[in-house]
């Protein structure tokens, strides 16, 4: 079904499904890429240099330690062949993708379940005494989709010591931890200074509004992988415009403060409006997206996405996601109108 199809007169479609931040696009990249249109006429590895020391001071990490990609997707791939993992675990529910890149690398994959009963929280004693040796890499994103839950650094920093002594690599996606209010304690990056066996890996789509741009990167130390990677990445796979758009979206703190903000807000006053309604539970959100349970016994994910639908209003029917069901729902946070709308919208029908 076309997005044209999903218009009705009175109603303007807005995509409560795709987690992107609800400013769009910083104007300070749309100007970049007018004022730098004629870079498409050359080889595209000369703005990397500035691109990676745009991320470098970013994330506060030298440059050398900086892993360019052509999307989240280009960054899974690229570590899964670097370690070629015969034997895998995620965390379920979970990002779809992982299983499917790591597959495709003929890796066996095994699930650590989080618990309904405990909120889709991460056990994290748990998840550590589940390991062995018989793996070679976990994937874990920080916040979790589409469970909305975050691990702080210093919990992390366990599990990435329980996965260096078994010798297990972890990656860790932070596609969405600039969404949270506490972004400073949640990411890993600074524990890629200590430990070679992790890699953090994030994407500028959803941040920034760019998924057009095609750009993510990562953040490793292992020097010998740097170098395997370096040697074997396909040169020239971002866009000349696509390093000039992230080298100036990453130094726009007006934009990454309203965002910020503006996110920080809409979550409070959704999660507050929904939560006098007995008959949806809300799994208190840290990301820029919420998911809940519906409770109603006749009441599906379905029925309440197409009733959504009928509004202009596309969210997440969960039920293909494993560790979930038909009966759970995502949506993510827009601007104060739209959220208004969506909330009163599910109201009505929960």
Not at 168 to 175: C, G, H, K, N, T
Not at 200 to 225: E, Q
Not at 312 to 321: A, H, T
């Amino acid at each position: 079904m076309s997005k044209a199809t999903l218009r009705i007169e009175q109603y303007q479609t807005v995509h409560f499904d795709t987690n992107v931040n609800p400013l769009g696009t910083p104007d300070s990249v749309k100007r970049a890429i007018q004022e730098n249109i004629d870079a498409v006429v050359t080889y595209p590895d000369v703005y990397y240099d500035n691109l990676k020391k745009a991320i470098s001071e970013y994330v506060d990490v030298s440059d050398e330690n900086v892993v360019l990609g052509n999307g989240s997707s280009d960054i899974l791939r690229l570590f899964a062949a670097l370690v070629m993992p015969k034997k895998a675990l995620l965390l379920s529910p979970g990002p779809i993708e992982y299983e499917n890149v790591l597959k495709s690398y003929g890796s066996e994959v095994d699930f650590f379940d989080l618990n309904e009963e405990e909120d889709f929280e991460i056990d994290l004693a748990k998840l550590c005494h589940s390991i062995d040796s018989s793996y070679d890499m976990i994937i874990i994103s920080n916040p979790n989709n589409p469970s909305s839950k975050s691990i702080d650094r210093e919990n992390m920093e366990i599990l990435a010591k329980t996965c260096k002594e078994l010798d297990v690599f972890l990656l860790i996606d932070e596609m969405y931890v600039e969404f949270t209010d506490n972004e400073s304690e949640l990411t890993s990056i600074p524990l890629t200074k200590e430990y070679e066996n992790i890699a953090v890996m994030r994407s500028v789509s959803k941040f920034f509004a760019v998924p057009g741009i095609r750009l993510a990167y990562a953040v490793h130390s292992n020097p010998d992988n740097i170098e395997i990677i370096n040697i074997t990445s396909t040169k020239n796979n971002l866009a000349s415009l696509s390093a000039v758009a992230g080298t100036v979206m990453l130094s726009d703190r007006i934009f990454i403060e309203e965002s910020k903000s503006m996110i920080h807000t809409e979550r409070s006053l959704v999660y507050l409006a929904m939560s006098t309604c007995k008959t949806i539970k809300l799994y208190k959100p840290e990301a820029n997206f919420m998911l809940c349970k519906l409770l109603k016994d006749n009441i599906d994910a379905k029925a309440v996405a197409e009733h959504c639908r009928t509004r202009g209003i596309i969210i997440r029917d969960c039920s293909d996601i494993r560790g979930l069901g038909s009966n759970y729902i995502r949506f993510s946070f827009m601007k104060p109108k739209q959220n208004d709308l969506m909330v009163n919208t599910i109201l009505e029908i929960v």
